[in-house]
């Protein structure tokens, strides 16, 4: 499982830079590159009422092998020149339907006292092959690097070759062990999955734990999507550095989430995750911080303490979801609620960064913007659980 999701993940990275690359070559319009993101995150709304429950109805192990088929067919489609935003939906759509399966299942393997730290197992194999990931697609781009040539091109070279990080994705996928299905009947009745789908929503916003661990996780994964353009946009302004040196900084976001999630791992139990929300503010204040760095290596660390503070926070709140959602409903069906909150946070937020890209605002102005709004957002946040906590709120 590790293995698979390992490769998958190390295969998206490359490829979004891979994507970026063959949009350049294109001298495609600016507003594009943020887009790839938009057009990767639409699969997970349409398909949101879905996704958990086919991940519910059918093995996990097989979902994670289809899915992982599909990122491996828009790969493809890249090759044959198909427009990168339209291929990058359908690796997308592939992403959408693999990852309330991948998450999934762990409620199912391991007692709720474990879920914080598999969870950081999940997030540090993400993490690394976020890392590895950046670097493998920015040196595949690297005109200076020499390596057998697959395609007419750097970019379309990369992608002949991160199409191999996909097929070693999808025969580790084969080799998961067949595990049960949750809920064989999830499937059975389509006409009422929406229904199915909003009552799930209404029953994790109801809860006070859950819908604290959506609220979190929606904001930070919608920053996230939106911090891997800022980073490329400001190295390559203010920094200086080409897009192969400049996708490289977004490893200092991974290694930091790595530290992060492996220390929330270490020292926050399951009934102590709340007390983590400050990091969130903590993480605004640094995004500020982006506005006064003049020099690669203070970027380096700067960059890296963000994503410690996001792996800190963002983990223990994954392991309440699952746990939250364990208890409520089938975990197949919560990832899926988390999963289009999460999606449409990311493409609101990637859809005001591409409208600023759009209108040219400089790029000091979006940084100090995004840090304060990850600030205010967080400190809204933490001010409901203070009074959801004085009304005396207890578990349903």
């Given amino acids: ?4 999701h390992f490769f998958s993940a190390l295969a998206d990275n490359a490829l979004l830079i891979a994507a970026i690359g063959l949009l350049l070559e294109r ?41 992982n088929l599909f990122k491996l ?27 309330p399966a991948k ?57 002949w070759l991160l199409g191999l990080v996909y097929v070693a994705a999808v025969l ?15 499937m059975r009745h389509p006409q009422r999955l929406l229904g199915d789908f909003k009552q799930a929503t209404t029953t994790l916003w109801r809860d006070q734990d859950s819908q604290i661990s959506l609220a979190v996780t929606s904001l930070f994964w919608a920053a996230a999507a939106v911090l891997q353009f800022l980073v490329l946009r400001w190295a390559e302004s203010v920094l200086q550095l080409a897009l192969s040196q400049a996708a490289l900084l977004q490893a200092a976001v991974a290694v930091g989430m790595v530290v992060g999630a492996a220390g929330a791992a270490r020292w926050v139990p399951l009934r102590s995750v709340l007390r983590v929300l400050p990091l ?16 690669v290596w203070t970027a380096v660390l700067l960059l890296t303490a963000i994503g410690a503070m996001a792996g800190s926070l963002l983990v223990p709140m994954n392991a309440l ?24 946070a990311s ?13 040219k605002v400089p790029i000091g102005h979006c940084i100090a913007g995004f840090g304060v709004f990850v600030a205010m957002a967080v400190g809204l946040i933490m001010r409901q659980q203070r009074r959801s906590r004085a009304v005396g709120y207890s578990h349903p």
């Fill in 1 to 4: 499982m590790i293995a698979a």
């Fill in 27 to 67: 001298h495609a319009t600016a507003w594009t590159i943020p887009a790839l993101r938009v057009f990767f995150y639409a699969p997970y709304v349409v398909l949101a009422a879905f996704a958990g429950a086919a991940a519910d109805a059918l093995p996990k192990g097989r979902v994670i092998l289809a899915t």
């Fill in 73 to 99: 067919a828009g790969c493809g489609l890249l090759l044959v020149q198909v427009h990168p935003l339209l291929a990058y939906a359908l690796v997308g759509f592939g992403a959408a339907a693999y990852s």
């Fill in 103 to 159: 998450y999934g299942i762990l409620p199912e393997l391991l007692p709720s006292a474990e879920l914080v730290a598999a969870n950081a197992w999940m997030e540090i194999s993400t993490v690394i092959a976020i890392i590895l990931g950046v670097a493998l697609g920015s040196l595949l781009l690297d005109p200076g690097v020499h390596m057998a040539q697959w395609g007419n091109t750097p970019a379309l070279n990369a992608t």
């Fill in 172 to 186: 580790c996928a084969a080799l998961i062990p067949s595990t049960p299905a949750s809920n064989a009947s999830a």
């Fill in 280 to 295: 969130g503010l903590l993480m605004g204040t640094l995004l500020l911080l982006m506005l006064l760095v003049t020099q």
């Fill in 321 to 344: 979801l699952q746990q939250r959602g364990q208890l409520l409903m089938h975990p197949g069906q919560s990832i899926a609620v988390q999963n289009f909150h999460e999606t449409l």
């Fill in 347 to 359: 493409l609101g937020l990637l859809a005001v960064y591409g409208l600023l890209v759009h209108a």
